[in-house]
C-alpha cells in the first residue's frame, strides 16, 4: 500500500492504496464517483476521461499513483453547485447523448478542449473527440452542441 | 409534415411532435446516471466464466476441485441437472445456461465461478479443468446449410420445446436449418416470362458487432425469503423473465426482473447470458442470507463471445421489362447463425420482410433460412435481417436500372409501393412513404449534379442510392399502467427499455398530451416485472407504436376513474369533464373545477385514499395480433404492425491508389410516421447511418479464424469515430411523416429504418465512382485495390461475395 | 496486475540512482499509456515501478540556431503538438502529433516514454529519425548521445540500459531549404498505422532540382521503425524527377518487410508503403523548394 494526497472534485482526500489501482477504479470503485466508466480498459474509448490539472486524460491507463498532488475533476465534479457548466447545458440542448455512457467522457474532453481553445472550427472538435467513441448518436449532435459553446458566436439553432 | 391518407392527423399539438428535452439528460451529463455495470451492493460477489476454447467438442470432464478452494471462492457451477435442468431459447429452446454434453462455439460457457473479488474470480476459472474430445467444427454457411453439412449441432433439433406464436419451421433435410420462411406470390415458372432482361446475382454480408458501450452485465440478488432478483442490461425484461424461471422450473412470481433506468445501448444485441449466469451462480450459494453477484463481461468478452450481426448469403435473381418494370424477384436467403439460435430464429424469417414491401413484384419467390455454424450466437442487430437482405436486393436493382439506363432514382421511384399497393405477402400497404424518401434523399445530396472535382487525379469520386423499409413485428403486446397522484402529477409504469432512443421522453409527452401538464410533471418508473407490466420487448422499433397505444388507452382508462370520482363531486355528467393543469373542469363551464388534490380525502394519521377503487390507475393492453403468414405462400393481410421506410444517398471519394474510401457526403429520409420527438427521431438518424452505417459499410468486421475472433478490441475492430464521418454540413436527415391510422397521433417507429439502405447506398456510390460492384461488406481499402487491380489486368468489375458460387453447388458434392 | 513496488523519482539523479539499484526488475514509468495497458493484461510483471513523469526538469521545448531543437523526454506529445516554435520549425512533428492516438492520451504520453518503448508502429520514431534527431541517455555514472536510428534496433529493443533513462531528443537545426513530412495510412485517422512514411530532404544550395540529402524513415512495415538507405541513395545527390523518385518508392516496396494481420496483407502494405513514398517524396520537395 502507498500512500497519497490529491484533489478531487475540490475535495482534498488522503489515502492509502494498492499501487496497482488505476486511476479510474480509484474514482468509481473507491470513490464511488461512478460518471467514470470502464468502456474497455485499454484507452481506446474515452469512457474513462477525466481532467488532471484541467487537461483530459484517459485515467483507465493512469495509476492512481500518478495523481499524487494533483488535481483531478470527474464529470460529477464539472456543475458548479446547481449551475450546470455551459457544455452539460449545450448537451442537454442538443440531444447530444443517448444511452449516456460515453457522455460523462465525451462532456470532460469537450470541457478541457474548449478551455485551451475555445473558439474551435468543427475540424478541431472532431480532432479533440477522436479518442472518445460514441456508438449511439454518430456525434453529429455532439459536434454541434460543442461548436454551439463557442463564445465568439451565437447559440447554433439545433 | 406529410399526412397522407383520408386518416388526417391535428399537427397542432402541445406537446406531441415538439423537441421536448430527453428527461433523463441531466443525470447523463452530470454522472447522476447508474447503470447495471454501477451497481455495487453490500457482499457482492464478482461472477467470471469458464469458456470452451474449442468450436466443437464433447466435453468430457469438467475438474472444479482447485477452485472450489482457492480462497475468496464462493460458488462454482457447472452445466449439470442442477444447474441448467431445462433449455431455453427465443423461439427454439436450444440453449442451456451452461453447456451440457457439447461445447459449440469457442467461448461457450462451460463453468462458473462466483468470488470476493474479479480477480480471485479470474483465478479460479484458470484452476478449472476440462477434458474435450474435439469434433468437427462446421463455420461456412454454404456448407452448414448443405444437405451433408461436415457437423450438425443439434442432433436432436426436432425434439426441442418450441414457442407457440410463431414456431420456427425446419427444413427436412438440412440438419443445422433452425427456421424456414417462405414467400410465393403468383410463382411458377412462367414467373420471369415477361422480363426483358434478368439479372442474378450473389451477396454477402460480414459477421459485425453491436458494439453497445456499455459490456452485458446483471446483478442477480437473492432476499431473505429465497426470492431472486436479477438486474440487467437486457432490452427484453420480460423476455428474460421466461427464459429465467422456465428454464429453472420456478414460478414465474418467483423471480422478479429490473432493468435499470439507464442501459448502454442494445441494437438488438442484449441475450441475456449475463445475467442468465449470474442467476445461476446466486442460486447455487448454500446456507444464508445469499448474496448478490454480478456478472460484467469485459470489454473482450462482449466482443468475443456475445451475440452478433449473423453473416448472409443473399442470391436474388430480378427480372424487368424494358421499361424499367419490375417483373419477378425471387431470393434464397440465409442468415449464418452462429451455435445456438437465439433472436436469430426471428430474424432469419423476418429478414424477408424488407424485400417483400420495398417494391411492386407481381411474381414473388423467397426462401429464407436460417442454419446453425459453431460460432457464437448471430442472429438480430438494428434491422432484424432487413438491411442484410436488402443489401443484396438494393444493389441487385442498381445493377438493373444500370442495365436498363433508366436513372436509378426514376428506376426506384417508379418500382416503390406506395399506399395501397399489395407487397408480396399481398397485404395491402398502408402508410408508405418511399417516394417521399427517395425524393427528399434525392433533393439533399443535390441527385443527378456531378460531384465536385478532386483534388487530386487519383481521387475519384461518386454518387448513389438505395430504398429501404423497416416492419415493426406482430404478433405484438404491450401493456402499462398510468397512475394519476394526488399531487396531480402522473406516473406511468411500463416495461420499455429506455436504452437511450428516448422512450422516457416521448412517453412523457404522450402522457403531457393526453393530461395537458408538464412534461416534468409526469414520470417515468424503469422497467420492473413486480410493477410494469407484460412488454413484447424494446425491439422491432415497436415501442413508440406498440407502447404509445397502449399509454392512450391508459391514459383514456384513468381519466374515466379521474372523472368518475370528480362527476359525483361536481356533481355533472361524466361526459362533461375534461382534466388540464392537474385540475378536472366542465368543459364548457371551466369555473365549475376541482383540483385533482381535491378528490382525495385526507385520513387521520396521514395520507390520502380514495373511497373506492383504490387508486387512480388506467391500465391498458395494447395487443395486435396480426394475421400469420400463410406456411407456403406467406400470404396475410397483416404480417406486420407498420413500415417504416427510408432512403439514403451517399457521395463517396475513392483514392485509387490506395482504396481509400471516404464518404464525403451522406443523406438520409426516415418515414416515421408522426415524429413524437424531432430531436430523438434525428437521434436514431444520426447513430443508425453515421455510426452503423458507415460502420457496417466500410470498416467493421468480426474476423475470425478457425471460430477464434482475432479483433476482440476497440484498435482492431474498428466503429467510427468523429473523423470517419462527414462534416456536419455534409451530413442531412429529413423526417417524413407518413401517419399511420392506428398508430398514436398518426405514429410508427425509427429506431431501425436508419440503417437498412445505407450500405447499398455507399456501394452504388462507390460503383458510380470507380465503376467496381461489390458484393460483399464491409468495403476495405485492400478490397478496393484488389478489385481496380483485377479490373485493369481482366476487365472483370465485380468483387467478392463468392459471387460466383451458389447455394446449390453443394447439392452435387 | 502483479504486485509491485512504486518510487516516483523527482528528478534525474534520483531516478538513475533508483534504476541502478532496481534496474533488472524495474521498469520506467512515464506516460504509461503503453506500460499500464500491458501490464493490466499482465503482458509486462515487473517488480519495481519507477515513475519519471513527474521529473518536471526534463519537460521543455528548447531552439536555437546552433544547437537545433532540444526536447526534454517528459515533454509531452500534446506539447509538442501545441508548440508554436515546432509548428514553424518543424511543421512535420507538429502534423504528426496532430493523428497520434487522442488528445487525452498526447496530454498524458511523453516523448520519451514513446521512444523508449519502440513500438514498431511508432509515429514519433520515424519522424525524428527524419529529422536526424539523437537522444540523450543518463545513467548514474554519466551521459551519452546516441543516433535515434540506432537507439531503436528491433521490434520494442532499444538501446536503453538497464540503468539508464532518456533525458532529451535532439533535432539539429532547421537547415535552408529543406521540407519533410509525414504521413500514416490507416483505416482510421489515429489508428495505429498501416504503413506510414516520414521523409525529410535538404536541396542543394545552387541546384533546386538536386536533392543534397534525404532521409527516408518508415514505420509499422518492420519489426522497427528505420531508414531505407537503399531508397535514400537512388535519390541523394541525383537530380529529383518522377523516374528517380519511382525508383526510390520501388526500393521501399522490396526492401520493407511488413507482417500481414487483420488490417492487411503483407502485399497490400508493401504497396501502400510504395504510394506513400512517392507522395511524400513529392511533398517534401514542394515543402523544400517554397521556402
Known sequence: MERMSLTVNGETIETQINPGTT???????????????????????????????????????????????????????????????????????????????????????????????????????????????????????????????????????? | ?????????????????????????????TGAAKFCSDIERSRMLYGKVKRSPYPHARIISIDTSKAKVLPGVKVVIVGDEETAPLRFGA???????????????????????????????????????????????????????????????????????????????????????????RIRRDYDKNAFKDADIVLENRFEVAMIHHVQMEPHCGVAEIDGTGRLTVTGTTSKPYGMHRDISESR????????????THVGGSFGGREPKAEQIAASLALAQKGFPKRPVKMWLTREEQLMTSTTRARYIVEIKTGAKKDGTLVANEMTTILVGGAYAGTGYLTARNGSFGPAANYKIPHFKLDAYGVYTNQRMAGAFRGFGNAETLWGMECNMDMIAEKLNIDPLEFRLMNCTDEGDLNAFQEKMHSVGAKECLQAAARDIEWGKKPESP???????????????????????????????????????????????????????MISEEFKIPVSKVRVLNPDTDCTPFDLGTASSRSTFNMGNAIRKACADAKKQLFEIAAKELDVSVDLLVTAQSRVFVKDDPEKSLDISELFIPMVIGGYTLKEGGEILGKATYYLPGVMPDPETGKSSRPASFYMF???????EVDIQTGKIKVTKMVTANDCGKAMNPIMVEGQQDGGVLSMGIGSALLEEVIVDNGVMLNPQFADYKIPTTLDCPDCDNYKSAIIETAHREGPWGAKGVGEGTMVSSAPAIANAIYDAIGIRFHEIPITPEKVLAALKEKEKSGRATFGGNHDKRLSDMENK | MNNFEYFAASDVKEACSLLSRYGEEAKVLAGGQSLVSMMKQRLV???????????????????????????????????????????????????????LASMAVRNWATVGGNLCGADPASDLAPCLMALGAQVTLACASGERMVLLEDFIFDSFETMLREDEIMTQIQVPAKAARSGGIYTKFARRATDLGIASVAAHLTLDESDPDMCKDIRIVLGAVDTYPHRYKRAEDLIKKKKINDAVIEKAAQAVFEDCQPTSDTNGTEEYKREIARVLVIRNIKEAIARARSL
Do not use: W
Open chain 2, 455 to 509: 483534388k487530386e487525379p487519383y481521387l475519384k469520386m461518386g454518387k448513389g442510392i438505395a430504398l429501404g423499409n423497416k416492419y415493426s413485428l406482430v404478433p405484438t403486446a404491450s401493456a402499462c399502467f398510468v397512475k394519476v397522484h394526488p399531487d396531480g402529477r402522473v406516473e406511468l409504469r411500463t416495461s420499455t427499455v429506455e436504452l437511450g432512443q428516448g422512450s422516457n421522453t416521448i412517453f412523457s409527452q
Open chain 2, 91 to 181: 423461439g427454439v429452446a436450444d440453449e442451456y445456461v451452461l453447456a451440457r454434453g457439447k461445447v459449440l462455439y469457442v467461448g461457450d460457457a462451460v463453468a462458473a465461478v462466483a468470488a470476493e473479488t474479479e480477480e480471485i474470480a479470474e483465478a479460479a476459472v484458470d484452476l478449472i479443468e476440462v477434458e474435450y474430445e474435439e469434433l468437427t467444427p462446421v463455420f461456412d454457411g454454404d456448407e452448414a446449410f448443405s444437405q451433408n453439412p461436415p457437423a450438425i449441432l443439434h442432433e436432436d433439433l426436432k425434439n426441442y420445446t418450441t414457442i407457440r406464436s410463431v414456431p420456427p419451421r425446419y427444413a427436412d433435410k438440412r440438419p443445422n436449418v433452425f427456421n424456414y420462411f
Open chain 2, 646 to 652: 427510408v432512403a439514403q444517398a451517399a457521395e463517396v
Open chain 2, 249 to 260: 422450473r420456478m414460478p414465474s412470481s418467483t423471480v422478479r426482473v429490473i432493468v435499470p
Open chain 2, 1 to 29: 409534415m406529410k399526412v397522407k391518407n383520408e386518416h388526417e392527423y391535428n399537427n397542432d399539438y402541445e406537446y406531441i411532435g415538439k423537441p421536448e428535452r430527453n428527461v433523463n439528460g441531466v443525470e447523463k451529463v
Open chain 1, 23 to 158: 486511476l479510474q477504479k480509484f474514482l468509481h470503485d473507491t470513490l464511488g464517483l461512478t460518471g467514470t466508466k470502464e468502456g474497455c480498459g485499454e484507452g481506446l474509448c474515452g469512457c474513462c476521461t477525466v481532467r488532471v490539472d484541467g487537461k483530459a486524460v484517459k485515467s483507465c491507463i493512469i495509476l492512481a499513483l500518478q495523481v499524487n498532488g494533483k488535481s483531478v475533476q470527474t464529470i460529477e465534479g464539472l456543475a458548479k453547485g446547481e449551475t450546470l457548466d455551459p457544455v452539460q447545458e449545450a448537451f442537454l440542448d442538443h440531444g447530444a447523448f443517448q444511452c449516456g455512457y460515453c457522455t460523462p467522457g465525451m462532456i470532460m474532453t469537450s470541457r478541457s478542449f474548449l478551455d485551451e481553445n475555445p473558439a474551435p472550427s468543427e475540424k478541431e472538435i472532431r480532432y479533440a473527440l477522436s479518442g472518445n467513441l460514441c456508438r449511439c448518436t454518430g456525434y453529429h449532435k455532439i459536434v454541434k452542441a460543442v461548436l454551439s459553446v463557442d463564445p465568439k458566436k451565437e447559440i447554433v439553432a439545433k
Open chain 3, 45 to 99: 510483471m515487473p517488480s519495481y515501478l519507477i515513475d519519471v513523469k513527474g521529473i518536471l526538469e526534463l519537460d521543455y521545448i528548447r531552439y536555437d540556431e546552433k544547437e537545433g531543437l532540444k526536447i526534454g523526454a517528459s515533454t509531452t506529445h500534446r506539447s509538442i503538438e501545441k508548440s508554436p516554435l515546432i509548428r514553424e520549425k518543424f511543421p512535420m512533428l507538429s502534423d504528426m502529433e496532430l493523428n
